[in-house]
C-alpha cells in the first residue's frame, strides 16, 4: 500500500494505491489522516482510483478515518472507486455514509 499526499486549497488528498486488506500497511491510511488532524488539516479526501480491491479491513480503516475525521470536526470524501470497490460500499450499505466523486478535482471542488 503507497499512500501519495497533495494539497488542494488546504483540501489534503490521499491516493492509495495497492490492497487495502488489512495489516500494517492498511493502518498505516488511519495514521496518516490522524496525523493531517493533529496538523489541523481536516479536509480529506480519499483518492481510491488505484484500489484493486478491499475487503472488510479495509472498510473498518476507512470508517475508522471517517470517524476520527468527524470527532475532530473534519470531513472525509472519496472518490475514483473501481466499480468492485464501489459495490462492496452498496452492499454494506456505507454508500449512505460517505460523499463519493468520479475524480479527485470534483471531489476538491465540492468542499468550496
Not at 475514483?80 to 470497490?85: I, P, W
Amino acid at each position: 500500500m503507497k499512500i501519495g499526499v497533495k494539497n488542494y486549497d488546504d483540501v489534503y488528498v490521499l491516493t492509495l494505491k495497492g490492497k487495502l486488506m488489512g495489516g500494517p500497511e492498511t493502518t498505516a491510511v488511519h495514521d496518516k489522516v490522524k496525523e493531517l488532524i493533529e496538523e489541523d488539516k481536516k479536509r480529506i479526501v480519499l483518492d481510491l482510483s488505484k484500489v484493486k480491491w478491499m475487503n472488510s479491513s479495509g472498510l473498518g480503516v476507512i470508517m475508522g478515518c471517517f470517524t476520527s475525521l468527524k470527532n475532530a470536526d473534519g470531513e472525509l470524501k472519496i472518490c475514483g472507486a473501481s466499480e468492485k470497490v464501489k459495490s462492496l460500499f452498496m452492499i454494506t450499505k456505507l454508500v449512505t455514509l460517505f460523499e463519493s466523486y468520479k475524480n479527485v478535482k470534483e471531489a476538491v471542488e465540492s468542499f468550496k
